[in-house]
C-alpha cells in the first residue's frame, strides 16, 4: 500500500473513475480553490489540491445514491493500493449532514474543503447570472448577497461556507481566494 499520492497518479485516477464533464469541472475548481488555501494557511499546495481533486470521485459510481459518498472514494482508493489516513478522514469529512452520513468535520482541513467544494458551486451559478458569464471580476460582495438567498443555488452548502471562519480566515478573504483561484482555470470550465 502506497501512503503518498502524486498530481498525476490523482489525475489517472480521475479519468479512471468520474466520467461526468460537470462533476470533472466541479473536482478541478475545488482543487485549485484548496491549492490557493494551501498556500493562504502554509500547507502542503499538493496535497490540499488533490484532496479537492477526488473529493467526489465515486460520484458517477454511485448515481445519485449518496449512502455510500465518500466511503466509496475511500474503497476505491484502497483498491487502487493507497492507504492515506489524512487524505481518507477529508474525504469522508465532506459528507457530514448526508443522511446516511456519520461523518463529521473535525479538524481546519475538514472545515476548509467542505467550504470550499461549496463555494465553487456558488461561484459557477453566480456567473451563469452575470453579463459577461465570466468568473473574473467577482465581487465577494455580491457572492455574499448569493448566499443570503436560499433560493439561489439551493444545494450549496451554506453553513459549511460560512464555518470557515473558523479557521482564521474572514469570509470576505475566503471568497476572494476561491474567486481568483477559480478565474485562474476559468478558460477549462465551461459554463
Do not use: C
Not at 111 to 137: F, H, M, V, Y
Request: cysteine-free; overall charge negative; proline content about 2%.
Amino acid at each position: 500500500m502506497k501512503n503518498e499520492i502524486s498530481y498525476q497518479e490523482a489525475k489517472n485516477l480521475l479519468d479512471k473513475y468520474l466520467k461526468t464533464e460537470f462533476l470533472r469541472f466541479h473536482s478541478r475548481e475545488t482543487e485549485v480553490v484548496m491549492r490557493r488555501l494551501a498556500k493562504h494557511f502554509n500547507e502542503n499546495q499538493d496535497f490540499w489540491g488533490i484532496s479537492g481533486l477526488l473529493h467526489d470521485l465515486d460520484l458517477d459510481i454511485l448515481q445519485g445514491n449518496f449512502a455510500l459518498h465518500g466511503l466509496t472514494t475511500v474503497k476505491i482508493l484502497r483498491e487502487e493500493g493507497f492507504e492515506i489516513p489524512e487524505l481518507f478522514a477529508v474525504i469522508l469529512s465532506h459528507t457530514e449532514g448526508i443522511p446516511e452520513s456519520t461523518a463529521k468535520r473535525v479538524s481546519n482541513f475538514d472545515i476548509i474543503l467542505s467550504a470550499a467544494e461549496n463555494i465553487t458551486g456558488l461561484i459557477s451559478a453566480n456567473t451563469l447570472l452575470r453579463p459577461d458569464k465570466k468568473i473574473a471580476g467577482t465581487e465577494p460582495k455580491s457572492l455574499v448577497k448569493r448566499l443570503k438567498s436560499k433560493a439561489f443555488a439551493a444545494s450549496v452548502n451554506r453553513e459549511f461556507i460560512y464555518d470557515i471562519e473558523k479557521t482564521g480566515i474572514s469570509l470576505n478573504d475566503f471568497l476572494q481566494i476561491a474567486i481568483d483561484a477559480m478565474t485562474e482555470i476559468a478558460d477549462e470550465i465551461r459554463m
